[in-house]
């Protein structure tokens, strides 16, 4: 059975930041790219950053220089680490794995978290 389950959510200011985890489990990890969503309100959902199997990694443009990506093999977990937060930032933020086609695509993901809140206030 695969489960993705997410953690690091909460209550920041603008300015601060938050580290989201990502556990996987009943994939074989180190072989799987790992995707990061989000979802803010009466919006759809919005790719954010993507890291691969091999490491390499992909932002959406809104926001390069402030979220980074990154995975342990070890732990069979990924990571996104958010800085300078800024009050747009709020949604769920969900990770995925096992993509079909397009990173860009939230239907292209066979997998999810069940979602972590995210909010910044000014």
């Known amino acids: 059975q695969v489960q993705l389950v997410e953690s690091g959510g909460g209550l920041v200011q603008a300015g601060d930041s938050l580290r989201l985890s990502c556990v996987v489990s009943g994939l074989t990890f180190s072989t799987k790219s790992v995707g990061w969503f989000r979802q803010a309100p009466g919006k759809g959902r919005e790719f954010v950053a993507l890291?691969?199997?091999?490491?390499?990694?992909y932002y959406a443009d809104s926001v390069k220089g402030r979220l980074t990506v990154s995975r342990d093999n070890a732990r069979n977990t990924a990571y996104l680490q958010m800085n300078i937060l800024r009050p747009e930032d709020t949604a769920v933020y969900y990770c995925a794995s096992q993509l079909r086609g397009s990173m860009y695509d939230s239907a292209q993901w066979r997998y999810w978290g069940q979602g972590a809140q995210v909010t910044v206030s000014s």
């Open positions: 890291i691969g199997y091999s490491g390499s990694t």
